[in-house]
T-cell receptor, first 111, second 117 residues
Framework: SQQGEEDPQALSIQEGENATMNCSYK?????LQWYRQNSGRGLVHLIL?????REKHSGRLRVTLDTSKKSSSLLITASRAADTASYFC???????????FGQGTTLQVKP | GEEVAQTPKHLVRGEGQKAKLYCAPI?????VFWYQQVLKNEFKFLIS????????ETGMPKERFSAKCLPNSPCSLEIQATKLEDSAVYFC???????????????FGSGTQLSVL
């Protein structure tokens, strides 16, 4: 079964506000990644954090990882209408040959 | 190429017909993954390849689904005797990983929308 659980399922904010999405998982991981999917398109990689890292930044994105709680969060600061999309976390484990995706958070940023 | 190319973009099949989907990974990428997305929800892992070898096939419904990645050919995912429940978008992704497939980011294609009527 898919192990990523994302929270919230849907989020609606105003342009300029920050958006926070959370992801929980069940088994041990080597990496956790976040992807974005615009409507009708494939996934685009945003950021990867390894199990020995606690926080990572990329532009307006900030990802945290708490392996003791088996959870991660994605923060998008100063959101823009163009950030409107679905966001998925994905976990990787060196014992398997796959990334396991969560169910995603749908973010709507209103102009 | 510099992007993962999936063909066709759309495929319509009657129930019981065969469906074949193709994926050309990014040149130089050694790992290929297939995922199924139903109704814009979660991505269900189907199978992964390391070059032409099956790497992980734990997600494949073995009775009707098969996949190949042969040298100098696009990878393929074939569904024999399609069912209504196979209607979904099928995504292919590739990875350049030199160590483990799951340690690096995946590059996704735009998907094939399969509609089974």
């Amino acid at each position: 079964s898919q192990q990523g659980e994302e929270d919230p399922q849907a989020l609606s904010i105003q342009e300029g506000e920050n958006a926070t999405m959370n992801c929980s998982y069940k088994t041990s991981i080597n990496t956790l990644q976040w992807y974005r999917q615009n409507s009708g398109r494939g996934l685009v990689h945003l950021i990867l954090i390894r199990s020995n890292e606690r926080e990572k930044h990329s532009g307006r994105l900030r990802v945290t990882l708490d392996t003791s709680k088996k959870s991660s969060s994605l923060l998008i600061t100063a959101s823009r209408a163009a950030d409107t999309a679905s966001y998925f976390c994905a976990t990787g484990n060196s014992n398997t040959g796959k990334l396991i995706f969560g169910q995603g958070t749908t973010l709507q940023v209103k102009p | 190429g510099e992007e993962v190319a999936q063909t066709p973009k759309h495929l319509v099949r009657g129930e019981g017909q065969k469906a074949k989907l193709y994926c050309a990974p990014i040149k130089g990428h050694s790992y290929v993954f297939w995922y199924q997305q139903v109704l814009k929800n979660e991505f269900k892992f189907l199978i992964s390849f390391q070059n032409e070898n099956v790497f992980d096939e734990t997600g494949m419904p073995k009775e009707r689904f098969s996949a190949k990645c042969l040298p100098n050919s696009p990878c393929s995912l074939e569904i024999q005797a399609t069912k209504l429940e196979d209607s979904a978008v099928y995504f292919c992704a590739s990875s350049q990983s030199r160590s483990r497939a799951t340690n690096e980011k995946l590059f996704f294609g735009s998907g094939t929308q399969l509609s089974v009527l």
